[in-house]
């Protein structure tokens, strides 16, 4: 018999971000959320700069990671990367606005996969792909 403590689908990102101080130092805000989606949007800061004055590459990938976990753990079980990689398309500067939606998602018994789209408005700057092993641990 299910738990009645399992979390909907649709507020689990919101507990997996108030539990992810880096997140939160990103300021990463979840701006949609359906099972298996998610798109989440952040603004480059200074602090968020590497010597050449664009934004660390670390940057769009985390944003990206996060959308991607995000939307991994909405079919209710705890979810962790097993492989992940990305493609920088274009340099980022600080104040850029970006957004980060899982676009893509295949989803088997053990694995799931998922493409992430990072964008600068309508400009693609970031693509992501990801690979995800869902656990037998339910979100409650």
Request: hydrophobic share 40%; net charge negative.
């Amino acid at each position: 018999m299910p738990s009645s403590n399992l979390i909907p689908h649709h507020l689990i990102p919101a507990k997996m971000l108030s539990l992810d101080a880096f997140s939160q130092w990103l300021g990463i805000e979840i701006l949609e959320v359906e099972k298996g989606r998610c798109k989440v949007a952040m603004t480059v800061r200074k602090e968020m700069l590497n010597s050449m004055n664009k934004a660390h590459g670390g940057i769009s990938y985390s944003l990206a990671d996060t959308a991607f976990g995000f939307a991994a753990n909405t079919h209710g079980k705890y979810a962790v990367s097993i492989e992940t990689s990305i493609n920088h398309i274009e340099a980022l500067n600080e104040g850029d606005y970006l957004t980060a939606e899982s676009v893509i998602e295949k989803v088997g018994n053990k694995l799931g996969f998922n493409i992430v789209e990072v964008k600068r408005g309508d400009e693609l700057v970031a693509l992501f792909k990801g690979v995800v092993y869902r656990t037998s641990k339910d979100w409650e």
